[in-house]
Every structure is written in structure tokens, then in C-alpha cells.
């Protein structure tokens, strides 16, 4: 039997809904990813370009390139009962007001907590528990929610436990880069994973660092976000070979022993958050996790919730 709920977004907003939902709109690839998890997919009408997995979901129609750029128009046609956006649906303030105008209920949450701080026990693992968990709340499929959860929760608890011990001497100094050459952000994921992030007393949340700077740290490891569209190996290397040929780095530990590694945003958010959490401890603490193979992690999470396989290549080496 229908009813209203209200349930607090992740930009903080209180949304009143109709459920149970039955026409959602969906406009970034990692909340379509976690609907799709929950059993939810049948009732997507529309998708933003960038919300290509599951593959099942390329059938429904693109309604906008992603939350910052949705198609209003096509949007207030397919008469949804729920816009699932990120945080950059707001910047557009023309959008926003436009489909706020029409009724429509949003829910904004990103599906990689934001929030800049140098530590912190919430890891991007409890971040995505916490989210679908709410998303389930919306759409259903509470024991997907739960069946989900318990399979990243045993992961997660196995990084904490292993580095439960670790001294700070133990940790390695990391070079988090993303976007652009020496571009970076505060985050507790390098804690997380068994590293010091080289950025954590600066302080702006997404600094530019010099290159001198970076050199003065030394970094044990350079971890760079990436955005491959298709996955394809050659993006990859190619990331990683500009950074090893960058002559004011030739003397940086990370890149005389070869500990650069790319990551691609995908993994560090929505259903496959354990897959990039997996990663970055591996690479931090290599003789901790020697037994775990992170992109075995990623194949079970889709074979168990999509029953499909992973396609393409989303971290490198």
C-alpha cells in the first residue's frame, strides 16, 4: 500500500516520497550501479551517458551526460517518481529549480563520501553500506541491501584488523594525484588503506601541490585517479608511463621501485568501493595483503549481485 516517507539525503536535504517507487531516473553511474544491485533496474526509465554498468543497463534511454548536465526536458517526459543525482546537480541552478518546479522528488547523495577530512574510522566501505541501506529504503530490495553488506563488511574488517598494529614508521608516504599533474585532495582513505598521505596539514581540501614539494616528501607510493571510459589497458599505462617519465620525479622513491599505480574512479565509490579500498591497501601495505586479490574481489561482487562479469580494466599494475 503506498505511503509517504522521508528520508534525509546525502546533501543533508529532507525528501518526502510516495513509495513503493515506480519510475526512477537516474542521472551518475555509481548510484545506478548500487539500484541495479538492490534489484531495482526494471524500474529505471532513464539513465544518465556515463551509467554503463551493469551492461544490461545501455537499453534505457540517456536523459543528459551526467548529473551536472541533465536533459530537464526529457526528464519531466518519462514522469519519474524519483531523481536519484550527485552533488553537481545543484551547481545547475537552472536545472535544479526546473525539475524542483515540477514536483519531481531528488535525492542527492554521491556515491563516495565527500567529506575532507585526514582521518576517520567511517571508510569509503561503510560510506556505501550506509547509502544503499537508504537507497533500499526508496526502492526496495532490503535483502540485497543486507546480503551486500555483509559481503564488503568482512573485507573491510579484514583491512582494519590488519592494520590495526601498524606504527607510523611502518606506513609509507603517498602521493594521491588526480586530474591533473600534482592536483590532489585531503581524504582518510590513504590512512585507511596503511599510508600518509603527503597532502593531509595542507590546508585547502583539493590543493596543487609543487612539484618541489613532492620531491622534498619522498613518497613511497603515487596512487593516480583515473577515468577510463572504455577500461582499456592502454589508458592505464599510458597514465602510469607519463608519470614515471616525468624527469623531476626520476629520483622519487614510488618511481625508482615502480610502486605507481592507477586507479580508476569507479572503484572508489558505489557497489565496487571494497574492489578500490582492496587496492589501495594492497598497495600501501603489500606483504599484509600478499593473499588478497582485489580483482577476483571485483569479478565475485558481479558475478553475486548482477550475474555478469567485469569488463575491461580498472586498476593498473
Not at 548510484?31 to 544518465?48: Q, S
Not at 603527503?198 to 583515473?226: D, K
Request: hydrophobic share 40%; proline share 6%.
Amino acid at each position: 500500500m503506498p505511503q509517504n516517507i522521508t528520508i534525509v539525503d546525502g546533501a543533508g536535504r529532507n525528501v518526502t516520497l510516495t513509495v513503493p517507487v515506480k519510475r526512477i531516473v537516474v542521472i551518475n553511474d555509481g548510484l545506478t550501479e548500487m539500484l541495479c544491485a538492490l534489484g531495482a533496474e526494471d524500474k529505471i526509465v532513464g539513465r544518465d551517458a556515463s551509467s554503463n554498468m551493469p551492461e544490461s543497463v545501455l537499453d534505457i534511454p540517456v536523459v543528459g551526460e551526467n548529473s551536472y548536465l541533465p536533459n530537464v526536458e526529457l526528464i519531466l517526459e518519462l514522469k519519474p517518481d524519483v531523481i536519484f543525482a550527485d552533488s553537481m546537480l545543484p551547481y545547475n541552478t537552472v536545472a535544479m529549480s526546473q525539475l524542483e518546479a515540477a514536483g519531481i522528488p531528488i535525492f542527492i547523495s554521491d556515491p563516495v563520501d565527500p567529506e575532507p577530512t585526514k582521518h576517520s574510522n567511517l571508510t569509503v566501505v561503510d560510506f556505501s553500506c550506509n547509502l544503499l541501506s537508504k537507497l533500499a529504503t526508496i526502492v526496495g530490495g532490503q535483502d540485497k541491501a543486507e546480503e551486500y553488506i555483509n559481503y564488503v563488511q568482512y573485507y573491510n574488517n579484514l583491512v582494519k584488523q590488519r592494520l590495526a598494529n601498524l606504527t607510523q614508521e611502518q606506513k609509507p608516504k603517498v602521493m594521491l594525484e588526480w586530474y591533473a599533474p600534482y592536483n590532489t585532495f585531503v581524504t582518510p582513505g590513504i590512512d585507511q588503506a596503511g599510508g600518509i598521505n603527503i597532502a593531509e596539514n595542507q590546508t585547502v581540501y583539493a590543493p596543487v601541490l609543487s612539484p618541489e614539494f613532492v620531491v622534498e616528501q619522498n613518497p613511497a607510493v603515487i596512487i593516480r585517479m583515473s577515468s577510463s571510459s572504455n577500461h582499456n589497458l592502454t589508458d592505464f599505462i599510458a597514465e602510469r608511463d607519463a608519470i614515471m617519465n616525468r624527469t623531476e620525479l626520476a629520483e622519487v622513491d614510488a618511481v625508482k621501485n615502480g610502486r605507481v599505480y592507477i586507479c580508476d574512479w569507479d572503484i572508489r565509490g558505489g557497489i565496487s568501493s571494497v574492489v578500490g579500498y582492496l587496492y589501495w591497501a594492497k598497495w600501501c601495505q603489500p606483504s599484509l595483503f600478499a593473499d588478497i586479490d582485489p580483482n577476483a574481489v571485483h569479478a565475485e561482487l558481479y558475478q553475486k549481485f548482477f550475474g555478469t562479469t567485469v569488463k575491461g580494466v580498472f586498476a593498473y599494475p
